[in-house]
T-cell receptor, first 113, second 110 residues
Framework: DSGVTQTPKHLITATGQRVTLRCSPRSGDLSVYWYQQSLDQGLQFLIQYYNGEERAKGNILERFSAQQFPDLHSELNLSSLELGDSALYFC????????????FGPGTRLTVL | GDSVTQMEGPVTLSEEAFLTINCTYTATGYPSLFWYVQYPGEGLQLLLKATKADDKGSNKGFEATYRKETTSFHLEKGSVQVSDSAVYFCALSIFNKFYFGSGTKLNVKP
């Protein structure tokens, strides 16, 4: 158990809908990262937040957005969902001052029908 | 751009065999390099890392050496166990961004 929690575990929705994935980092960690893992694209870095501020952006679509709240939990919002958005979404966190070590949560499996 | 390429799987070995999973990278600067492992139904776990050239990362019998001259970070283990069956990801970190390889599935048979 990494100490990173993600909810929900599974999510099934329809095309065109909007969903919110939630992540709670390990106690004391200030950084949160979001990743998408799909069969054809592998593991793709989406975005990083540090203490509430966006720190780095990867291959995140405009239909996706994220934020980190004052209590340091983070949410990833996916809108106008398409079939191709079906994937595992992972959250990871890292300790203050350590930018290159991450602890991953168990993931949220999103299925878009 | 920055990227990681690792050997395709699956790799199937017998218990106690020697393991090598190849990983090469392309980076615009001086990245940190990692190996992560993913067991079925779980998130990724950091296996080992190296932050500069010639560093060797090691953990649980696995080793990898950061080779700048060949831009490689190959994962090795002298004697694999059935419990090592998992998917292994090579990754790099640079300028707060992370890039992962496509993963290599390892199957170890008793």
């Amino acid at each position: 158990d990494s100490g990173v929690t993600q909810t929900p575990k599974h999510l099934i929705t329809a095309t065109g809908q909007r969903v919110t994935l939630r992540c709670s980092p390990r106690s004391g960690d200030l950084s949160v990262y979001w990743y998408q893992q799909s069969l054809d694209q592998g593991l793709q870095f989406l975005i990083q937040y540090y203490n509430g501020e966006e720190r780095a952006k990867g291959n995140i679509l405009e239909r996706f957005s994220a934020q980190q709240f004052p209590d340091l939990h983070s949410e990833l919002n996916l809108s106008s969902l398409e079939l191709g958005d079906s994937a595992l979404y992972f959250c990871a966190s890292s300790p203050p001052g350590v930018t290159d070590t991450q602890y991953f949560g168990p993931g949220t499996r999103l299925t878009v029908l | 751009g920055d990227s990681v390429t690792q050997m395709e799987g699956p790799v199937t070995l017998s218990e106690e065999a020697f393991l090598t999973i190849n990983c090469t990278y392309t980076a615009t600067g001086y990245p940190s390099l990692f190996w992560y492992v993913q067991y079925p139904g779980e998130g990724l776990q950091l296996l080992l890392k190296a932050t500069k050239a010639d560093d060797k990362g090691s953990n649980k019998g696995f080793e990898a050496t950061y080779r700048k001259e060949t831009t490689s970070f190959h994962l090795e283990k002298g004697s694999v166990q059935v419990s090592d069956s998992a998917v292994y990801f090579c990754a790099l970190s640079i300028f707060n961004k992370f890039y992962f390889g496509s993963g290599t599935k390892l199957n170890v048979k008793p």
